[in-house]
């Protein structure tokens, strides 16, 4: 726990933040010029940074892009004070509410036998906010990347019941979405059938991973990462061999690829 005196030197390093934000925005003229629209892309980029030095467990960068999260979220609530909507004291005790509105196990008499009771009265609860989701799905956000965006609504279903009774039970699933999606194949039925059943089969497999404790976006990245690096390794051998890819046959390809296996 942060102790009193680091307490301290917290609120005085986030006035000091402030202050270096009013001079930014009365004398540097291209943070006078921002507006909520032009920072937003810019937010999403940190976000990204942020994102990848998670998955790299670089704390160094970690620090560094939470700072300029931090940053934006300033920039932000100095717009919106500017225009007379809110300012960055609001947008704190906006969340500060929440939270303890949220925490009836913390703050109240609700009692909780773990972390899915808690996820479940944090859903009710957001239906029930006089501002919150008027129902279960309300919340996702529509602009949320698809893989990420099946695993929120799973995630929110799930909260309020619609769950599988034993986890194992999801294979069935699986396997009925991946058969159905051969059959689609096989028959050669349309292109936007086909795809529809490749999106049902990708759903059941993003409910597979929830139920399982896997956060598929970032299973899928750690793949994604471990495939560019063994393929960087086949690119690098078959360039020393003073060789092409093109030239090489598949054979020849997966024989240095299991070479790269040893690298992981």
């Known amino acids: 726990m942060m102790t009193n005196k680091r307490k301290d030197e917290a609120v005085k390093a986030f006035l000091r933040l402030l202050e270096i934000m009013d001079d930014l925005r009365e004398k540097c003229p291209w943070d006078r010029e921002q507006t909520l629209e032009s920072i937003r892309p810019l937010t999403i980029e940190e976000t990204y940074e942020l994102s990848e030095g998670i998955l790299e467990k670089d704390f160094s960068t970690i620090k560094k892009e939470l700072g300029d999260i931090l940053l934006h979220i300033v920039f932000y609530s100095k717009i919106a004070e500017e225009d007379k909507q809110f300012d960055v004291v609001d947008v704190i005790n906006s969340l500060c509410d929440k939270l303890i509105y949220r925490h009836p196990h913390i703050y109240g008499d609700v009692k909780v036998g773990g972390t899915n009771d808690v996820l479940e009265n944090w859903e009710q609860l957001k239906i029930k906010e006089k501002d919150g989701n008027k129902t279960v799905l309300s919340g996702v956000p529509s602009s949320l990347p698809a893989l990420i965006k099946a695993n929120r609504i799973q995630e929110k279903v799930r909260a309020v019941g619609f769950d599988w009774d034993e986890r194992s039970q999801v294979w069935d699933k699986v396997q009925e979405e991946l058969n159905e999606l051969k059959h689609e194949v096989e028959v050669n039925t349309s292109d936007e059938d086909i795809e529809l059943e490749f999106g049902d089969l990708l759903f059941s497999i993003v409910n597979a991973a929830r139920l399982y404790g896997v956060d598929p ?24 061999q003073g060789k092409s890819l093109k030239e090489m046959t598949l054979d020849e390809m997966n024989k240095i690829w299991e070479e790269a296996k040893r690298y992981d």
């Open 217 to 240: 976006e970032t299973a899928l990245e750690r793949t994604n990462r471990k495939f560019m690096k063994r393929f960087g390794y086949l690119e690098q051998k078959t360039i020393k």
